[in-house]
T-cell receptor
Framework: QQPVQSPQAVILREGEDAVINCSSS?????VHWYRQKHGEAPVFLMI?????EQKGHEKISASFNEKKQQSSLYLTASQLSYSGTYFC???????????FGAGTILRVKS | DVKVTQSSRYLVKRTGEKVFLECVQD?????MFWYRQDPGLGLRLIYF???????EKGDIPEGYSVSREKKERFSLILESASTNQTSMYLC??????????????FGPGTRLTVT
């Protein structure tokens, strides 16, 4: 039931782009994305809702393919501040109970 | 700003002790959650509550119980702590209205070590 995130880790140079994927074996109601910096609490980035509605962050975008039961997070022109672990949380039906993936470690180097 | 606070950042307990982890949120959120975070496993839901005195089991409730007597406070109880409960515990809260999904706000976490 836990969604699968890929890649597990990625290293970028400043200015490079990255894509993080989140795949589920079940139909999804929504997908949440969070970023956690080392030693800090996870912070909300974005929600993608069934039907295509999207709420989120100004410099990071995402897509939600309901048929493929998959979401992708796009980080463009990465900055040092993007470093952290990114988690997707999937919701199978309305109820706000999320199942999180294992996380993707992103490191941006100067 | 939404604030979710947890009673301790670090806690060391002995095997068999009863452990209480407290979480308080100040935004009048209906939903509250307890997760544990372990390397390589992500965040796993232990219990959640959608109203005062209401609770539902998450994915890994064994060995834990919860209490929500007031809307702003959600407690996680380890009835008899064991070494395999050594972990980072995160509390979160979220708004609830209609059938819309809302973001969760997390506390700073409690790193519990059971010896």
């Amino acid at each position: 039931q836990q969604p699968v995130q890929s890649p597990q880790a990625v290293i970028l140079r400043e200015g490079e782009d990255a894509v993080i994927n989140c795949s589920s074996s079940k139909a999804l109601y929504s997908v949440h994305w969070y970023r956690q910096k080392h030693g800090e609490a996870p912070v909300f980035l974005m929600i993608l809702l069934k039907g295509g509605e999207q709420k989120g962050h100004e410099k990071i975008s995402a897509s939600f393919n309901e048929k493929k039961q998959q979401s992708s997070l796009y980080l463009t022109a990465s900055q040092l501040s993007y470093s952290g672990t990114y988690f997707c949380g999937t919701e199978m039906e309305y109820g706000n109970k999320l199942v999180f993936g294992a996380g993707t470690i992103l490191r941006v180097k100067s | 700003d939404v604030k979710v606070t947890q009673s301790s950042r670090y806690l060391v307990k002995r095997t068999g002790e009863k452990v209480f982890l407290e979480c308080v949120q100040d935004m009048d959120h209906e939903n509250m959650f307890w997760y544990r975070q372990d390397p390589g496993l992500g965040l796993r839901l232990i219990y959640f509550s959608y109203d005062v005195k209401m609770k539902e089991k998450g994915d890994i409730p064994e060995g834990y119980s919860v209490s929500r007597e007031k809307k702003e406070r959600f407690s996680l109880i380890l009835e008899s702590a064991s070494t395999n409960q050594t972990s980072m515990y995160l509390c979160a809260s979220s708004f609830a209205w209609g059938d819309v999904s809302y973001e969760q706000y997390f506390g700073p976490g409690t790193r519990l070590t059971v010896t």
